[in-house]
Each structure stands twice: as C-alpha cells, then as structure tokens.
Nanobody, 126 residues
C-alpha cells in the first residue's frame, strides 16, 4: 500500500509557474501509474495529467496541454507536475493519485486509482 503526500502549492500571479511534488511512501512505487487531478470550489474533480510506471506514456487534459508537464523519479519515489503559464482557471486543489499500472486501463478516470493524497491548494491571482 502506498501513501501519497502533495507539496508545492501556493499563491502565484497569472503567467507564473509552480512545481508540485507528490512523495510516495511504500515499497511498490515503481509498479504504480500516477496521476494528478484538480477540483475547484463547486466543480467536479477533473483529470489533469497521468504517467505510466516507466514514463513511456503520458496523458494530459486539453486545458493544460503545452503548459503542464508530468514526470516521475522512481529512485526518489516522487512524481512532479510542472505548471507554467498559469491562469485563474488553474485555481484548484490539486490531488496526486496512484494505482497499479496494469490495472489503470483508462488513466483519465478517477476510479482508475486506488490511492489519493489529501491535496495541495494552488491559487492564481489576476
């Protein structure tokens, strides 16, 4: 079983950048596909990005393509989300998630993942 803890959120001006980190505890990180979702007040939790266990495949929501980059360092048990050109629409709580790679058939679905962090707040000011 893996435990996930997000960090790196905060307040940033529009056009700025942030890098979120998700640290995983456990001995099986390398077999997990990892993802990021976000949820704004009054909105549904939505898919942001996902990455397979060996980084051979990544997936992004259309709203963040070209601006966000997901990556992972299995030696450090950490997944990252680099966020550039932030705008007010990116304001949300960002959640890290993971699931055994072979069972994550559709990585854009919330129910594909078994493990979730508690989230980190990202606020983009105009």
């Amino acid at each position: 079983q893996v435990q996930l803890v997000e960090s790196g959120g905060g307040l940033v001006q529009a056009g700025g950048s942030l890098r979120l980190s998700c640290a995983a505890s456990g001995r099986s990180f390398s077999i997990y596909a990892m993802g990021w979702f976000r949820q704004a007040p009054g909105k549904e939790r939505e898919f942001v990005a996902a990455i397979r266990r060996n980084s051979y495949s990544t997936r992004y929501a259309d709203s963040v393509k070209g601006r966000f980059t997901i990556s992972r360092d299995n030696a450090k048990n950490t997944v990252y989300l680099q966020m550039n050109s932030l705008n007010s629409e990116d304001t949300a709580v960002y959640y890290c998630c993971g699931g055994r790679n072979i069972y994550v058939v559709v990585p854009t679905r919330r129910d594909a993942y078994d493990h979730w962090g508690r989230g980190t707040q990202v606020t983009v000011s105009p």
